[in-house]
C-alpha cells in the first residue's frame, strides 16, 4: 500500500490544474501529516504502538448524533427540534482522550432550527 505522501502527491497531481490550488492542497496535506506525526510521537511516548489507523478505527465508534423530532406548542404551531449529542465514550475511548488531556466528554447542544406552520410542508 502507497506511503500517506504519495497518496497526497497524486490527488494533488490529478485534480489541480492551478497552481494556487496545488499550493494550498499541498500546504493542507503537509501540515496534516505533522499534525498526524505529532499524534503518533504522542502514543509512542506514553508507550502505546498501536499504528493510526487503529486509532482512527477505535475512535470511530465515538459518534456525534443528531436527533429530530417536531414538536406542537400550545397555539398549534408546529416546530422541528434538532438535539445534537454523543455517544457514551467505551473504555479505550477514554484512555486515548486521556493521553491528549481530553475528557471526551461533550456538551448536549438543543436548538430550534425550523418553525411549520403545516407538517407536510417539510
Known amino acids: 500500500m502507497p506511503g500517506l505522501h504519495e497518496i497526497l502527491f497524486r490527488i494533488a497531481a490529478e485534480f489541480h490544474q492551478k497552481e494556487?490550488?496545488?499550493?494550498?492542497?499541498m500546504f493542507i496535506s503537509v501540515l496534516a501529516y505533522h499534525i498526524l506525526h505529532i499524534i503518533e510521537y504522542r502514543f509512542?511516548?506514553?508507550?502505546?504502538?498501536?499504528k493510526w489507523s487503529t486509532i482512527r478505527d477505535i475512535l470511530s465508534t465515538h459518534r456525534r448524533v443528531t436527533i429530530a423530532f417536531?414538536?406542537?406548542d400550545k397555539e398549534g404551531k408546529i416546530?422541528?427540534?434538532?438535539?445534537r449529542t454523543c455517544t457514551v465514550p467505551e473504555v479505550e475511548?477514554?484512555?486515548?482522550?486521556?493521553?491528549?488531556?481530553?475528557?471526551?466528554?461533550?456538551?448536549?447542544?438543543?436548538?430550534?432550527?425550523?418553525?411549520?406552520?403545516?407538517?407536510?410542508?417539510?
Open 20 to 25: 494556487k490550488r496545488v499550493d494550498t492542497h
Open 44 to 50: 509512542r511516548m506514553s508507550g502505546d504502538h498501536r
Open 70 to 72: 417536531r414538536m406542537k
Open 79 to 83: 416546530t422541528q427540534k434538532f438535539i
Open 93 to 122: 475511548h477514554k484512555k486515548i482522550y486521556h493521553l491528549f488531556g481530553l475528557s471526551g466528554k461533550t456538551a448536549r447542544i438543543s436548538s430550534l432550527v425550523k418553525y411549520c406552520s403545516d407538517h407536510r410542508n417539510t
